[in-house]
């Protein structure tokens, strides 16, 4: 099956600077990759995902890009804020049905500090 | 909407005792996940199901089994818990569309098996 691994586990920033989530996947059939954000004792939310037939996508402060022969994909945030501290998944899933179910990396814990 | 509601928030067990939790989505979503969520190891799938009377073994089945009678509804069964299964479970829906998977969480019920 797929296996998502995710680095680092945490990271410390400064306001206003830039953070980088890594994850690497090993099924080649994978195509979709979305990146979730979780605040302390809540739940999981979408905040962008990927398709495999895109290398980047960008939704204001937020970037992934996607690596298709390397088989990684990673989160990019610009001008981090305080608001942006949570813990970081990415996941991937390769298709319809049964093979629609998401693997998860371990999560990254994003402090920004002031 | 109420989008994902879980049942309960907070349940104690005894080892042995069994439970059942409940999901139920108001979106008329056709695809139902159980997560459980531990320190380190991020969201690792239970059981999931693509439509309603269906249902399909995760990466950490073992111990627990699931129905899907109704579609909005998505029961997890625990038989005779074991303080291993001490846990966040979460629930999530997703309307799947052109691999798009987004998936939409339930806020989560804490296990402490005792």
């Known amino acids: 099956g797929e296996n998502v691994e995710q680095h680092p586990s945490t990271l410390s920033v400064q306001e206003g600077d830039s953070a980088v989530i890594k994850c690497t996947y090993s099924?080649?059939?994978?195509?979709?990759f979305p990146w979730y954000k979780q605040e302390l004792g809540k739940r999981p939310q979408l905040i962008i995902d990927?398709?495999?037939?895109?290398g980047e996508k960008k939704d204001q402060r937020i970037a992934v890009t996607l690596n298709k022969t390397a088989k990684h994909f990673s989160l990019h945030i610009t001008e981090t804020q305080p608001e942006d501290s949570a813990v970081y998944f990415c996941?991937?899933?390769?298709?319809?049905?049964?093979?629609?179910?998401?693997?998860f990396g371990t999560g990254t814990r994003l402090q920004v500090t002031l | 909407n109420a989008g994902v509601t879980q049942t309960p928030k907070f349940r104690v067990l005894k080892t042995g005792q069994s439970m059942t939790l409940l999901c139920a989505q108001d979106?008329?979503?056709?695809?139902m996940y159980w997560y459980r969520q531990d320190p380190g190891m991020g969201l690792r799938l239970i059981h999931y199901?693509?439509?309603?009377?269906?249902?399909a073994k995760g990466e950490v089945p073992d111990g627990y089994n699931v129905s899907r009678l109704k579609k909005q509804n998505f029961l997890l069964g625990l038989e005779s818990a074991a303080p291993s299964q001490t846990s966040v479970y979460f629930c999530?829906?997703?309307?799947?569309?052109?691999?798009?998977?987004?998936?939409?969480f339930g806020p989560g019920t804490r296990l402490t098996v005792l």
């Open positions: 999530a829906s997703s309307l799947f569309r052109d691999s798009y998977n987004e998936q939409f």
């Open positions: 099924d080649s059939a994978s195509n979709y």
């Open positions: 990927i398709r495999s037939n895109v």
């Open positions: 996941a991937a899933s390769m298709g319809t049905g049964t093979a629609s179910k998401l693997t």
């Open positions: 979106m008329n979503h056709e695809y």
């Open positions: 199901s693509v439509g309603e009377g269906t249902t």
